[in-house]
């Protein structure tokens, strides 16, 4: 490197340095935020007469077959009760009780299962939409 490079490449850098130093700080200027999107209008479906006529006859079937089933339980307790007292031999009873214990498995997931079958069935209902009606006007 020749003695007159060096002096410009040094020249270069003394000017370049305090530019390249200015250019660093500047900041973009800013823009202005975009205003926030419009919010969407709500549209809350409200059910049909008939659908909460229909929505009240599942409810009270389902608490129909929850009281039928509360009473068949009630019934095989207390016949489980009476065999119980009834007999003396503990390997009978042991086998009384794992019933009694396979029996109050199978009531409460009766139980559990309608009770998701209703709330399915009503979140399908709520989803489900009602096909366009014609009507006539008698013209």
Request: cysteine-free; overall charge positive.
């Amino acid at each position: 490197m020749t003695n007159s490079s060096r002096k410009f490449l040094l020249a270069f850098l003394a000017l370049a340095m305090p530019a390249l130093a200015l250019a660093q700080n500047q900041t973009q200027p800013v823009k202005p935020a975009a205003p926030p999107p419009k919010p969407r209008p709500v549209v809350v479906a409200t059910p049909s007469p008939s659908q909460q006529w229909q929505r009240q006859v599942d409810r009270q079937q389902l608490q129909s077959r929850q009281d039928q089933n509360a009473l068949r339980e009630r019934l095989r307790q207390d016949n489980l009760d009476m065999q119980r007292t009834n007999t003396s031999n503990p390997a009978l009873r042991n086998q009384l009780d794992a019933a009694d214990r396979s029996q109050q498995d199978l009531y409460r997931a009766r139980q559990n299962a309608a009770v998701r079958r209703y709330q399915t069935e009503q979140q399908t209902d709520d989803t489900r939409t009602l096909p366009a009606r014609s009507t006539s006007t008698g013209h």
